[in-house]
């Protein structure tokens, strides 16, 4: 049998970083590993060829040659999705779908032939056995969760690595929080599920056999959900494997009471973690309450970050306004923070209410939900009515995004970040891409017409101060291109579109933490 794995196109959002990325000479930040997972699932006879539509285009040969085209994706490749679905029945292809963005939806995709979804380790074999007796049905769900020590090493060799800036791996999946707004629990239940030290051993030997030296994405939504075995099995384990390797640096996602741990924050950062994303979301008690995100709540958040930063952890993180309990101050509040905390990748995103979230069912309830969200995050667009008048959030929303991001507030916030930071690790390996990457900053940043002086300001004061630093500061300038250029294109986009107005909004504003249980 022939299989055709294909991985929708992102649009161009905060995550992409198409703009950053075209400096070291890349098309995509991350892989499909959710796709390359399912093909270590394929019979070994079978034949596979996985094209990623981020770094080439879908050939209507590659469809033809197929026996069955499987998709993989996630709520913000909709479009993509539908697009590449449009092709695949114009040829008459069988094509089979799964991922977060079908999880819900899968009703509105009526030219799909089947759907495997939740987690494919179990439904996933259920339909290939059911396919290939002719008796598949159209529709693959559970409400089990996956034993993933059981989960196939990826198929990595399917990917043509040399178009990607970032691996990644999976150690666990699951959460023990339970943010109102947040679908990960939803998806992937609260007790966290674990790989073996052996499995992420076997991974990341496999990269580097293929010949990976660059950053990897340990992609768990919470990577020190089981701080114990961290601590006692998998760190150790890495530290061990690191040893006279070159390259190979990790990034991850960590709630914020990481900083309470030294222990583990050490470990971390002896295993070669330097980048960690952090859901801040504000610093307003209120809202924190709100969302039930006790582990942000009656702490001192701007603390945690630069303590996580001296350990030697950059530190990226979300923010969320448009909560029920944000006043009009909100805007200046985040902008105060972010300046403050010195965090470079602030992602600055509305409210949404994720579908199976009990934010999507209180706001149901209430009759605020819209449509389907977007899944991009900086979009300046949300799935939910807000209490707040609809387009004071979205101008002091653009707002927020356009003075954290220009030219002078980014670059002080580059230096308080410096100031702070005190890698382990040096925070970049230098390959030709970085060299590229460097020459084409001073082309197009430091000899463009606006920021040029700030720039070179950045420059010569690492270089002066912090020699070792130099080459992160020349990174962390290279993402300011990128942030600016995306709120250029988001900005305008959204100004044509109507912001969602409802009669509740008119309302006096209600704190839903006020609220009887």
Same mark, same amino acid.
């Given at each position: 049998?022939?299989?055709?794995?294909?991985?929708?196109?992102?649009?161009?959002?905060?995550?992409?970083?198409?703009?950053?990325?075209?400096?070291?000479?890349?098309?995509?930040?991350?892989?499909?590993?959710? %796709?390359?997972?399912?093909?270590?699932?394929?019979?070994?006879?079978?034949?596979?060829?996985?094209?990623?539509?981020?770094?080439? =285009?879908? @050939?209507?040969?590659?469809?033809?040659?197929?026996?069955?085209?499987?998709?993989?994706?996630?709520?913000?490749?909709?479009?993509?999705?539908?697009?590449?679905?449009?092709?695949?029945?114009?040829?008459?292809?069988?094509?089979?779908?799964?991922?977060?963005?079908?999880?819900? /939806?899968?009703?509105?995709?009526?030219?799909?032939?089947?759907?495997? %979804?939740?987690?494919?380790?179990?439904?996933?074999? /259920?339909?290939?056995?059911?396919?290939?007796?002719?008796?598949?049905?159209?529709?693959?769900?559970?409400?089990?969760?996956?034993?993933?020590?059981?989960?196939? %090493?990826?198929?990595?060799?399917?990917?043509?690595?040399?178009?990607?800036?970032?691996?990644?791996?999976?150690?666990?999946?699951?959460?023990?929080?339970?943010?109102?707004?947040?679908?990960?629990?939803?998806?992937?239940?609260?007790? =966290?599920?674990?790989?073996?030290?052996?499995?992420?051993?076997?991974?990341?030997?496999?990269?580097?056999r293929l010949g990976w030296r660059r950053n990897i994405f340990f992609v768990d939504d919470n990577f020190i959900g089981n701080k114990k075995i961290l601590k006692s099995e998998i760190l150790p384990a890495?530290?061990?494997?690191?040893?006279?390797?070159?390259?190979?640096?990790?990034?991850?996602?960590?709630?914020?009471?990481?900083?309470?741990?030294?222990?583990?924050?050490?470990?971390?950062?002896?295993?070669?973690?330097?980048?960690?994303?952090?859901?801040?979301?504000?610093?307003?008690?209120?809202?924190?309450?709100?969302?039930?995100?006790?582990?942000?709540?009656?702490?001192?958040?701007?603390?945690?970050?630069?303590?996580?930063?001296?350990?030697?952890?950059?530190?990226?993180?979300?923010?969320?306004?448009?909560?029920?309990?944000?006043? /009009?101050?909100?805007?200046?509040?985040?902008?105060?923070?972010?300046?403050?905390?010195?965090?470079?990748?602030?992602?600055?995103?509305?409210?949404?209410?994720?579908?199976?979230?009990?934010?999507?069912?209180?706001?149901?309830?209430?009759?605020?939900?819209?449509?389907?969200?977007?899944?991009?995050?900086?979009?300046?667009?949300?799935?939910?009515?807000?209490?707040?008048?609809? @387009?004071?959030?979205?101008?002091?929303?653009?707002?927020?995004?356009?003075?954290?991001?220009?030219?002078?507030?980014?670059?002080?916030?580059?230096?308080?970040?410096?100031?702070?930071?005190?890698?382990?690790?040096?925070?970049?390996?230098?390959?030709?891409a970085e060299i590229q990457a460097f020459l084409r900053s001073i082309v197009w940043i430091g000899l463009a017409k606006e920021?040029?002086?700030?720039?070179?300001?950045?420059?010569?004061?690492?270089?002066?101060?912090?020699?070792?630093?130099? =080459?992160?500061?020349?990174?962390?300038?290279?993402?300011?291109?990128?942030?600016?250029?995306?709120?250029?294109?988001?900005?305008?986009?959204?100004?044509?579109?109507?912001?969602?107005?409802?009669?509740?909004?008119?309302? =006096?504003?209600?704190?839903?933490? @006020?609220?009887?249980?």
């Amino acid at each position: 049998m022939k299989i055709l794995m294909v991985y929708p196109e992102f649009p161009d959002t905060f995550w992409s970083f198409k703009h950053a990325i075209k400096f070291v000479g890349k098309k995509a930040c991350n892989p499909p590993l959710g %796709l390359i997972t399912i093909a270590a699932m394929v019979p070994e006879d079978w034949e596979i060829k996985l094209v990623d539509t981020n770094i080439e =285009p879908l @050939e209507d040969q590659d469809i033809l040659n197929a026996d069955l085209v499987l998709i993989s994706a996630m709520d913000v490749q909709r479009n993509s999705v539908h697009t590449i679905a449009r092709q695949c029945k114009r040829l008459g292809a069988t094509i089979v779908a799964g991922g977060p963005l079908f999880t819900g /939806e899968y009703q509105d995709f009526p030219e799909i032939d089947y759907f495997v %979804l939740n987690e494919g380790e179990i439904t996933f074999p /259920e339909f290939l056995k059911d396919w290939m007796t002719g008796d598949a049905r159209r529709v693959y769900e559970t409400k089990e969760y996956a034993e993933i020590t059981k989960s196939p %090493l990826p198929r990595y060799e399917l990917l043509k690595l040399s178009a990607y800036d970032s691996m990644g791996i999976q150690f666990s999946r699951g959460c023990p929080y339970n943010c109102d707004f947040c679908n990960v629990t939803a998806l992937l239940g609260h007790k =966290p599920r674990i790989k073996t030290a052996d499995q992420i051993i076997a991974e990341l030997d496999y990269l580097y056999r293929l010949g990976w030296r660059r950053n990897i994405f340990f992609v768990d939504d919470n990577f020190i959900g089981n701080k114990k075995i961290l601590k006692s099995e998998i760190l150790p384990a890495i530290i061990q494997w690191k040893k006279g390797k070159k390259g190979c640096l990790f990034v991850t996602e960590a709630s914020v009471n990481l900083a309470d741990d030294d222990e583990l924050m050490n470990l971390m950062a002896a295993a070669g973690f330097i980048n960690i994303f952090v859901g801040i979301e504000t610093p307003d008690e209120a809202a924190l309450q709100e969302c039930n995100k006790k582990q942000n709540s009656q702490r001192d958040l701007l603390a945690s970050v630069h303590k996580m930063q001296q350990k030697g952890f950059q530190v990226m993180a979300g923010f969320i306004v448009g909560f029920d309990s944000d006043s /009009e101050n909100i805007f200046d509040r985040q902008v105060d923070f972010i300046q403050k905390s010195g965090i470079i990748a602030a992602m600055v995103g509305l409210l949404q209410a994720p579908y199976g979230t009990s934010l999507y069912e209180r706001l149901k309830s209430e009759g605020r939900i819209l449509k389907e969200m977007s899944g991009d995050n900086a979009d300046g667009t949300t799935n939910i009515i807000p209490l707040m008048d609809a @387009e004071k959030l979205r101008s002091g929303y653009f707002s927020l995004l356009s003075r954290i991001n220009a030219y002078p507030n980014f670059y002080q916030r580059v230096d308080t970040f410096l100031d702070h930071y005190k890698p382990l690790h040096h925070p970049v390996t230098l390959q030709w891409a970085e060299i590229q990457a460097f020459l084409r900053s001073i082309v197009w940043i430091g000899l463009a017409k606006e920021g040029k002086r700030q720039y070179w300001r950045l420059f010569f004061r690492t270089l002066l101060k912090y020699p070792s630093k130099f =080459p992160l500061a020349i990174t962390l300038a290279i993402y300011g291109y990128h942030f600016r250029k995306i709120i250029q294109v988001n900005a305008h986009q959204s100004a044509l579109q109507p912001m969602p107005t409802h009669p509740a909004a008119a309302l =006096p504003r209600i704190r839903h933490h @006020e609220l009887p249980s």
